[in-house]
């Protein structure tokens, strides 16, 4: 038996490779964020409070990627295999250039600028949907402290290819994690407001994706506890690994928890990785875990 393992519905059995076992790949940041896989085989992850990204390949181990990172929080890449990131203290999505250079996406709406780009994923068509919460202006810890200038939390669409960004969804409280299902037919983000507020939110809702940009349907597809759904992925068969407050919590598409990966830190986020992309990175409060599963990340269209 595997005491690093919850089976909770015999489903999350045909996931698991066994006698897998969760590996520890380096340790010492203050909050890890963000982890994104590269075709070389390293991730990249956000270390926000100490402004900086780091790279874990495994022939080097564990390198600084970037430093300062403007705060960075969540990361992914894009159809031609760009770095697009949240920038906290930047309060902007930015992208990362084949040659390295750094340029902004998008940073303002209506003439205002955004609060702290938290989570980030990229559609097939190319589009960019990115999360809005005020956590980086809220105190200098993860970013600069500052009023915000929309006064409100959204979830916003952004077309690159005619420099248009769009409100997707403005019911949320503290929007945060987000991700498409394989298909992309649906779309689903957390909210975290329990994170300031014993009494907030601490779930992900899901929508349905109509004519490939609206979004309809709200509605809650899992109550996290404990901790919140801070970053989360899904798999080839649409189950969302979401992070928590004591593992990496597993959900089946019909909503019903199948089990837990039980990691001892609080957990912010995690992508598939490895040649197979069955490789699980989990970044968790101050270190980087790994664990090789029987079930591969998505690779929407």
């Not at 010492?28 to 100490?50: K, L, Q, R």
């Not at 990627?65 to 203290?89: I, K, M, Q």
């Not at 390295?100 to 600028?113: A, H």
């Not at 990691?263 to 989990?282: K, W």
Request: charged share 25%; with cysteine.
């Amino acid at each position: 038996m595997n005491d690093q393992i919850i089976i909770e519905d015999p489903r999350m059995q045909e996931l698991l490779i066994p006698g897998a076992k969760l590996e520890k790949l380096w340790t010492g940041a203050i909050w890890g964020e963000g982890p994104v896989w590269w075709n070389d085989c390293s991730v990249t992850w956000s270390d926000i409070p100490n402004n900086r990204m780091l790279r874990w390949s495994p022939g080097e181990g564990t390198t600084t990627y970037r430093s300062p990172s403007n705060h960075s929080n969540g990361h992914t890449r894009d159809r031609e295999g760009r770095l697009v990131s949240c920038e906290h203290s930047g309060r902007r999505i930015s992208r990362t250039e084949a040659d390295g250079t750094v340029v902004t996406l998008v940073d303002s709406i209506d003439g205002k600028r955004l609060n702290s780009p938290n989570d980030v994923v990229v559609k097939s068509d190319g589009t960019i949907w990115f999360s809005d919460p005020p956590y980086g202006i809220m105190s200098d810890y993860e970013g600069v402290a500052a009023d915000s200038e929309i006064g409100a939390n959204h979830v916003y669409r952004f077309d690159p290819a005619t420099n248009t960004i769009t409100i997707a969804s403005d019911d949320f409280e503290k929007p945060n994690g987000l991700a498409f299902s394989p298909d992309e037919s649906l779309l689903y983000i957390s909210d975290t407001s329990r994170s300031h507020d014993p009494d907030g939110n601490h779930h992900i809702r899901v929508f349905d994706v109509r004519d490939g940009w609206k979004l309809e349907n709200g509605r809650v597809f899992a109550v996290i506890e404990p901790g919140l759904a801070d970053g989360f992925r899904l798999d080839v068969h649409g189950n969302v690994f979401t992070s928590s407050g004591d593992s990496i919590q597993v959900f089946a598409p019909d909503g019903t928890r199948l089990g837990k990966i039980l990691v001892p830190e609080v957990i912010s986020n995690c992508t598939f990785g490895g040649p197979a992309r069955n490789e699980l990175f989990i970044t968790a409060s101050t270190s980087l875990y790994r664990i090789n599963l029987a079930t591969s990340g998505s690779v929407r269209p």
